[in-house]
């Protein structure tokens, strides 16, 4: 494994940015998910979403990693959470951008995700997210 310190060039590939349903803009990292919880003039700093989770990631004012998300959290992965949330940030997406019927968009990602039953379950159904 290579040296902590000097793999921040590794680290940046994994960070991306979601929406949450409400809005919020989301940094993931390593299948874990971080709400902005402080930001300055040269540096924002994530804690993780879940509740009592004290893992934290800083990033410049640019969103460029500086620091932290390299120990284990206490809890699962939020992947269920964020590849539900992508998948509905793709059907807005389209429905913004498209003629498409919402149905349509809405069976053609369900048909594209990969995500797993379990997960599928839990996603609101066409009519749930019309409304």
């Not at 409400?22 to 902005?36: D, P």
């Not at 390299?70 to 429905?95: A, F, G, P």
């Amino acid at each position: 494994m290579s040296d902590p310190t000097n793999s921040s060039v590794s680290l940046d590939t994994n960070i991306s940015f979601i929406t949450s349903g409400k809005g919020q803009r989301l940094l993931i990292m390593n299948e874990n998910a971080y709400r902005c919880n402080k930001k300055t003039a040269k540096k924002k700093y994530w804690r993780c979403v879940v509740s009592g989770c004290t893992m934290s990631v800083h990033t410049n004012e640019n969103d460029i990693y500086v620091c932290g998300g390299k120990d284990s959290h206490d809890h699962e992965s939020n992947s269920d959470m964020i590849n539900r949330t992508r998948l509905r940030q793709r059907m807005k997406e389209r429905v913004l951008k498209e003629l498409t019927p919402i149905n349509m968009i809405y069976e053609e990602e369900i048909a594209k995700s990969s995500l797993s039953d379990t997960t599928l379950s839990t996603f609101p159904t066409q009519q749930e997210i019309c409304k």
